[in-house]
Protein backbone atom coordinates (compact mmCIF):
# COMPACT_ATOMS: atom_id res chain seq x y z
CA UNK A 1 0.00 0.00 0.00
CA UNK A 2 2.92 2.16 0.74
CA UNK A 3 4.06 1.86 -2.65
CA UNK A 4 0.51 2.54 -4.37
CA UNK A 5 0.76 5.47 -2.42
CA UNK A 6 4.05 6.94 -3.42
CA UNK A 7 3.98 5.88 -7.23
CA UNK A 8 0.36 8.07 -7.06
CA UNK A 9 2.01 10.92 -4.90
CA UNK A 10 4.67 10.63 -7.38
CA UNK A 11 2.35 10.87 -10.26
CA UNK A 12 2.71 7.89 -11.82
CA UNK A 13 -0.64 6.76 -12.16
CA UNK A 14 0.09 3.62 -14.44
CA UNK A 15 2.49 2.12 -12.01
CA UNK A 16 -0.02 3.19 -9.65
CA UNK A 17 -2.35 1.71 -11.42
CA UNK A 18 -0.32 -1.70 -12.13
CA UNK A 19 0.28 -1.97 -8.18
CA UNK A 20 -3.25 -1.81 -7.48
CA UNK A 21 -4.22 -4.32 -9.63
CA UNK A 22 -1.39 -6.16 -7.80
CA UNK A 23 -2.94 -5.80 -4.38
CA UNK A 24 -6.34 -6.40 -5.59
CA UNK A 25 -5.40 -9.74 -6.70
CA UNK A 26 -4.05 -10.83 -3.52
CA UNK A 27 -7.09 -9.13 -1.56
CA UNK A 28 -9.32 -11.22 -3.52
CA UNK A 29 -7.14 -14.69 -3.15
CA UNK A 30 -6.64 -14.40 0.66
CA UNK A 31 -9.45 -12.03 1.98
CA UNK A 32 -12.18 -14.30 0.79
CA UNK A 33 -10.79 -17.13 3.37
CA UNK A 34 -11.35 -15.10 6.60
CA UNK A 35 -9.46 -14.75 9.80
CA UNK A 36 -7.06 -17.57 9.11
CA UNK A 37 -6.44 -17.06 5.39
CA UNK A 38 -5.66 -13.50 7.16
CA UNK A 39 -3.11 -15.00 9.78
CA UNK A 40 -1.24 -17.85 6.93
CA UNK A 41 -0.72 -14.14 5.07
CA UNK A 42 0.90 -12.97 7.74
CA UNK A 43 3.05 -16.05 8.57
CA UNK A 44 4.14 -16.18 5.01
CA UNK A 45 5.62 -12.19 5.18
CA UNK A 46 7.41 -13.13 8.48
CA UNK A 47 4.96 -11.29 10.95
CA UNK A 48 3.09 -13.71 13.98
CA UNK A 49 -0.14 -14.56 12.32
CA UNK A 50 -0.24 -17.69 14.58
CA UNK A 51 -2.98 -20.51 14.80
CA UNK A 52 -6.39 -19.59 14.32
CA UNK A 53 -8.26 -19.82 17.26
CA UNK A 54 -11.25 -22.67 17.61
CA UNK A 55 -13.72 -22.98 15.66
CA UNK A 56 -11.68 -21.65 13.17
CA UNK A 57 -8.83 -24.40 11.16
CA UNK A 58 -6.01 -23.46 9.13
CA UNK A 59 -5.42 -23.33 5.83
CA UNK A 60 -4.96 -26.26 3.95
CA UNK A 61 -1.59 -26.23 2.52
CA UNK A 62 -3.05 -25.98 -1.28
CA UNK A 63 -4.72 -22.71 0.07
CA UNK A 64 -1.53 -21.34 1.70
CA UNK A 65 0.31 -22.25 -1.73
CA UNK A 66 -2.34 -20.03 -3.72
CA UNK A 67 -1.48 -17.32 -1.22
CA UNK A 68 1.99 -17.65 -1.27
CA UNK A 69 1.70 -16.84 -5.16
CA UNK A 70 -0.89 -14.09 -4.79
CA UNK A 71 1.78 -12.39 -2.09
CA UNK A 72 4.73 -13.63 -4.70
CA UNK A 73 2.85 -11.66 -7.88
CA UNK A 74 2.07 -8.41 -5.67
CA UNK A 75 5.65 -8.43 -4.75
CA UNK A 76 5.38 -8.81 -1.18
CA UNK A 77 7.51 -12.18 -0.57
CA UNK A 78 11.13 -11.96 -1.37
Known amino acids: CVRLLREFDAGDLAAARRTNTL ?8 GRHGVAASK ?9 GGPPRLPLLPPSPD ?3 V ?3 ALEAAG ?3
Do not use: N, W
Open 76 to 78: QLS
Open 63 to 65: HVA
Open 67 to 69: FRA
Open 23 to 30: LLAAHEAI
Open 40 to 48: AAMDLRGYY
